[in-house]
């Protein structure tokens, strides 16, 4: 199974901040890389997929970059609404495996 | 719009069975497969296995082999997921979701089904 690993596990920002996700893949997953938002008592939202492409409806200071091993989810001015905890998931090959989660929490 | 809507909350007993049901509306159910996903209490996200509505194929995740059974009932637009000798570690929210067009991302959500598994 492919392990997905996330950093940091947890962060903490301030409104209106620039905050950056990683994540990384233990082997090539080309671009097949998705991002999803779940708040507390919520399903996952699904904001990005393949890397980089906006999930529609989704604001445009969600990105995400990326490609191979290595991805990024970047939310370039943190909205109150924001807070919540994010997963990358990989949709290479079945087993889908998640990463451990980032929790973004108030400053 | 796309709506997928799960049974309630259940509690078993250890050993027991457990079915949740997802009703799907709003897209044609045999287009896209469906997915299973479950979280343990202030835990991450475990994907089970993936269901073809139309031909009722299964991909199950290995961990759940043998213990998982996904159906579906295309009457009705409806997935079943039937996880069977349940333990303590089986409680959590499960999951239903739609595929993105074939492309192994779960997309559209529901609500969600807790079971709890308890002596």
């Known amino acids: 199974d492919i392990q997905m690993t996330q950093s940091p596990s947890s962060l903490s920002a301030s409104v209106g901040d620039r905050v950056t996700i990683t994540c990384r893949a233990s082997?090539?997953?080309?671009?097949?890389l998705n991002w999803y938002q779940q708040k507390p008592g919520k399903a996952p939202k699904l904001l990005i997929y393949?890397?980089?492409s906006l999930q529609s409806g989704v604001p445009s200071r969600f990105s995400g970059s990326g490609s191979g091993t290595d991805f990024t989810l970047t939310i370039s001015s943190l909205q109150p609404e924001d807070f919540a905890t994010y997963y990358c998931q990989q949709s290479y090959s079945i087993p889908i495996t998640f990463g451990q989660g980032t929790r973004l929490e108030i400053k | 719009q796309v709506q997928l809507v799960q049974s309630g909350a259940e509690v078993k007993k250890p050993g027991a069975s457990v079915k949740v049901s997802c009703k799907a509306s709003?897209?044609?159910?045999?287009?896209?497969?469906m997915h299973w996903v479950r979280q343990a209490p202030g835990q991450g996200l475990e994907w089970m296995g993936i269901i073809n509505p139309s031909g009722g194929s299964t991909s199950y995740a290995q961990k759940f082999q043998g213990r998982v059974t996904m159906t579906r009932d295309t009457s009705t637009s409806t997935v079943y997921m039937e996880l069977s000798s349940l333990r303590s570690e089986d409680t959590a929210v499960y999951y239903c979701?739609?595929?993105?067009?074939?492309?192994?991302?779960?997309?559209?959500w529901g609500q969600g089904t807790l079971v709890t598994v308890s002596s």
């Open positions: 393949a890397a980089s």
């Open positions: 082997q090539s997953i080309s671009s097949y």
């Open positions: 979701a739609r595929d993105r067009t074939g492309t192994v991302t779960p997309e559209d």
């Open positions: 709003g897209y044609t159910f045999t287009s896209y497969y």
